[in-house]
């Protein structure tokens, strides 16, 4: 790995990888061009190689791309299979099974076309992306230092996103160690019978932990409340709840074509605002404490930076229509790479340089860290 040009081995900031990981994921959502969501799995997987730690989440990447690859497979069975059929270039004839006029959009069966293929190809290889940005923001940000920079009024739900966050790379971890160790016993480590052997082991290790994780947060004093009176409480969930509404009315204005410009971007600062507004007010009955908080330094800023500008990137070439954003299917053509997004790209590779190098001893940053957790 390289060196970083601002600070020494540290870790970064939980809150700028995933700002990063959703920046690429929104730019992802905005295209069907297959060179530009292929260069956004490379811009992942660069960064990802190049900053993944040595600890049980960060070996979840490959998960995560294995999960996409499964999803393109998964979409583009299902359109050649049940999917309506269009174009003209019939790739293999095949019979087809007729369905009532109710079922006009579907089929069973039937040509497959070169036009229905790429279209279902490039919807599956979208949400393949999409996914494979997912898990790379859960490869490179420690889920346990994340739940720290969580707002004190989010915390409970902070913990259960956490804990959920951090099912995959546990799950990857406890079957590596499960099939590690029917190898040695000289079992078989594929089909039936071993999926059927590891599911125990694997599904034991869940409950302990769980029951492990249980005894940590009651120890550590977990969902201690402040004085706050009740007709406070009732209106700061009364904020939240409208000001979440306003921001998701607005964050759909945004991507939706044919929106008032009016209902958009004012709807959602709006909502945002109040939301801000709540979680200051709640967060006064929260009795917590942390130790050693993560710092948000320069390299935080140009890791979330670079997410935020291939985000704009993308939407701006969306809504300046720009040619190239989006591959038609029918009639079939050759994709093209536009300017604009292929530099926000080359701006959201920067991370891995400009991040931080991690400690050399990262096992012992991750046991200290876990000891953290809950303080």
């Given at each position: 790995?390289?060196?970083s ?14 700002i ?16 530009l ?12 190689s ?6 049980p ?17 998964i979409?583009?069975?299902v ?38 293929l790429?279209?279902?190809?490039y ?20 889920p346990t230092?994340?739940?720290?920079s ?61 029951v492990?994780?249980?005894a940590?947060?009651?120890s550590?004093?977990?969902?201690r ?7 406070k ?21 945004l991507?939706?074509?044919?929106s ?15 939301c801000i507004?709540?979680?200051t ?48 299917s ?12 292929v530099?926000?790209?080359?701006i ?28």
């Amino acid at each position: 790995m390289t060196g970083s040009l601002f600070t020494n081995p540290r870790w970064l900031h939980p809150a700028a990888w995933w700002i990063w990981a959703l920046g690429l994921a929104a730019a992802a959502s905005r295209t069907t061009n297959p060179l530009l969501l292929g260069l956004i799995i490379a811009v992942a997987a660069l960064v990802v190689s190049a900053r993944k730690p040595d600890a049980p989440w960060g070996r979840s990447f490959m998960f995560f791309v294995r999960l996409g690859v499964a999803v393109i497979v998964i979409r583009v069975a299902v359109q050649l299979i049940l999917g309506a059929a269009f174009g003209t270039t019939i790739l293999v004839p095949l019979p087809g099974l007729a369905l009532p006029t109710w079922l006009s959009g579907a089929r069973i069966g039937g040509d497959i076309t070169l036009e229905s293929l790429l279209l279902a190809f490039y919807d599956g290889l979208r949400l393949a992306t999409i996914l494979i940005c997912v898990g790379a923001a859960n490869s490179l940000a420690s889920p346990t230092r994340l739940l720290k920079s969580v707002p004190a009024a989010l915390y409970e739900f902070g913990v259960s996103v956490v804990v959920a966050m951090t099912f995959t790379p546990q799950l990857v971890t406890d079957v590596d160690r499960v099939r590690t160790a029917r190898r040695l016993r000289g079992r078989p480590t594929t089909g039936i019978r071993a999926i059927a052997g590891s599911a125990m082991p694997v599904f034991e290790g869940a409950l302990e932990k769980s029951v492990t994780l249980a005894a940590a947060m009651d120890s550590r004093g977990y969902g201690r409340r402040g004085a706050l009176s009740a007709t406070k409480r009732r209106m700061n969930s009364a904020l939240l709840l409208i000001g979440l509404v306003a921001a998701c009315i607005g964050a759909y204005a945004l991507i939706s074509a044919g929106s008032p410009v009016a209902l958009g971007l004012p709807m959602l600062v709006a909502g945002v605002s109040v939301c801000i507004i709540s979680i200051t007010m709640s967060a006064r009955a929260a009795v917590r404490t942390r130790y050693r908080p993560d710092p948000w330094e320069i390299p935080e800023m140009l890791v979330a930076t670079a997410g935020a500008v291939v985000a704009f990137c993308f939407v701006g070439s969306v809504w300046l229509t720009l040619a190239g954003i989006d591959t038609p299917s029918n009639p079939p053509t050759w994709p093209a790479l536009p300017l604009v997004p292929v530099l926000g790209l080359i701006i959201a590779a920067t991370p891995a340089f400009t991040a931080p190098m991690l400690p050399r001893d990262t096992r012992v940053a991750v046991s200290k860290n876990t000891v953290e957790v809950g303080t």
